[in-house]
């Protein structure tokens, strides 16, 4: 088969840094089989094309979409693309990531060309959170491209039943598909990490929908009950340091250790050496860092958000979003009772193995494979 996959970005040359890493694993999967263009709609200002996983990415670049209008234009380029690589060779997919203008790129190249389209929900596409700014329902522009790349897409996909709750909504057919992690490369360690002094691991973005001052309010209480405990923060920093102040404001610099934004690697590692992951968003799609936990060995306590939700309580942990008392308690229990948490762990990787990327890329094949047809409106 030839593939066409739609995404806004994730996919940096370098292959580490401005990449989500289970994007470049499917890619990589599905090149072993087949002929794989990725379309990035912002990875680089300038238009450009290089090889990256055994696909080809065809950055569409141009200026940032700031209204209905700008998005567009770069739809409208968008298309050109692909229409002029399909005139080269046939495809017979098309996989927008992201119900927004990569979606919306895919199903409309979809209905132009005759060619069967999915669109996988894998952001905030369906939230709105005013508080902070956050989703996909906020403003009219996105509340658009959205509602139309679900009612154009022949299939539609969510990547965990926390998300395809409400995606079923809209689309009474939508399937779940979840976006599993590379197990070859998230494995657990030899033998489980010693405790105390006790680890504890946070792998996200600095920002608001990750929801930090509710992860460190948990760790300062955890702290003090528990004062051989250390949180390790991996992530990008863009909060201009604001996080970091509160763990001083709060006494926990010693006890707290920011590394910044870290590849995949770097994650695997940090993530044998501890004992907990956790998770405080207001909001998610995944986590895929809980996946690579899972797949470590590592179980998570974290807010009822996606996976998270799903899992619990076999596999997971689950606590209410901003309740940091809540997930403060949940994490002393488990590090209390080394039994419930290597039990824990277990479930959550026999999860990760059954739902792994191979698995991931298995299920988008045969939905490539199917007949497919772009939905009437």
């Keep these: ?141 996105n509340r658009v491209i959205v509602a139309w790349s679900l009612r154009l897409a022949g299939a539609v996909t969510a990547a965990s039943d926390h998300m395809l709750r409400p995606l079923r909504q809209r689309r009474a057919d939508a399937r779940l598909v979840p976006l599993g992690v590379d197990t070859y490369r998230f494995t657990p360690p030899d033998s489980s990490p010693p405790g105390p002094p006790w680890r504890l691991l946070h792998v996200a973005s600095l920002n608001r929908v990750k929801d930090q001052p509710t992860l460190l309010r948990a760790f300062q209480k955890i702290h003090a009950a528990e004062p051989e405990t250390r949180l390790d923060i991996l992530g990008e920093d863009t909060l201009n340091g604001e996080i970091q102040r509160m763990a001083r404001d709060l006494s926990l610099e010693k006890a707290v250790t920011f590394y910044g934004f870290q590849p995949s690697d770097a994650v695997a590692g940090a993530l044998r050496r501890s004992h907990l992951l956790l998770h405080s968003s207001l909001s998610e799609a995944g986590p895929w860092v809980m996946l690579e936990a899972a797949a470590c060995g590592v179980p998570t306590v974290g807010t009822a958000v996606g996976h998270i939700r799903d899992l619990a309580p076999e596999a997971a942990v689950a606590v209410p979003i901003g309740d940091h008392e809540s997930l403060a308690g949940a994490a002393l229990a488990l590090l209390r009772e080394d039994p419930v948490r290597q039990a824990l762990g277990q479930r959550a990787l026999a999860w990760s193995h059954a739902h792994n990327l191979d698995r991931t890329a298995a299920e988008f094949e045969a939905l490539y494979a199917v007949s497919l047809r772009p939905a009437q409106g």
């Design 1 to 141: 088969m030839k593939i066409g996959i739609v995404t806004p970005g994730g996919f940096d040359r370098s292959g580490q840094q401005r990449v989500i890493p289970v994007f470049l694993g499917l890619t990589e999967r599905l090149a072993r089989r087949h002929e794989v263009h990725v379309y990035t709609l912002e990875q680089y200002p300038q238009p450009c094309d290089y090889p990256l996983c055994g696909a080809m990415v065809h950055n569409i670049g141009g200026e940032a979409s700031r209204g209905l209008l700008r998005a567009a234009r770069r739809v409208r380029r968008t298309l050109r693309a692909l229409v002029t690589e399909h005139r080269r060779g046939r495809f017979d997919a098309l996989h927008g990531l992201w119900a927004n203008e990569s979606g919306l790129s895919a199903v409309l190249a979809g209905r132009l060309l005759g060619v069967p389209t999915v669109v996988s929900v894998v952001g905030g596409e369906l939230v709105a959170l005013p508080e902070i700014g956050y989703g996909g329902q906020l403003a009219r522009k």
